[in-house]
């Protein structure tokens, strides 16, 4: 093999083992309930290969979980479910491909009755909820 083609390899095997040290390899989604009303959420989150269980947040009460996004194969998706009274949605409250720079390691979402909200210091983005019915 030329030299050339083993510090190529050498590279990117260190890429590989440096990157995830170099953001903890994990991530965090806090869910701040902000419902107007004063109401309590129930919210239940799942991945593919996770299901975290309903929680339910009294009015400005959080919930977070953290996990190790995926290197390769796939992208780590995670959505929920949010219920109230009278109501039922869902988002994909981590999705890698929306989240990686944004969220490196940890993501503030505030929920309210119009959809989430992803708080991240600098930047604040609200998203309409998804269109299908709750899951």
């Known amino acids: 093999m030329s030299a050339i083609i083993v510090k190529t390899i050498m590279f990117l ?6 990157r995830p040290l170099s953001i903890n390899g994990q991530a ?3 869910i701040h309930n902000h419902l107007e009303g004063n109401l309590d959420l ?3 989150c799942k991945s593919k290969e996770d299901d975290l269980g309903p929680h339910i947040l009294h009015p400005n009460q959080s919930y977070h979980f953290t996990f190790s996004p995926r290197i390769f194969f796939g992208a780590t998706l995670f959505f929920c479910t949010f219920r109230w009274k ?3 949605h869902w988002f994909n409250i981590y999705d890698q491909y929306r989240d990686q720079d944004e969220c490196e390691e ?3 979402w505030i929920i ?3 959809g989430p909200c992803q708080n991240t210091g600098s930047n604040h983005t609200c998203y309409p909820w998804k269109p299908d019915k709750c899951v």
Do not use: Q, R
């Open 13 to 18: 095997f260190l890429l590989v083992v440096l």
């Open 28 to 30: 965090t989604p806090y």
């Open 42 to 44: 129930t919210v239940h």
């Open 86 to 88: 009278g109501s039922c």
């Open 106 to 108: 940890i993501c503030h």
């Open 112 to 114: 309210k009755k119009a």
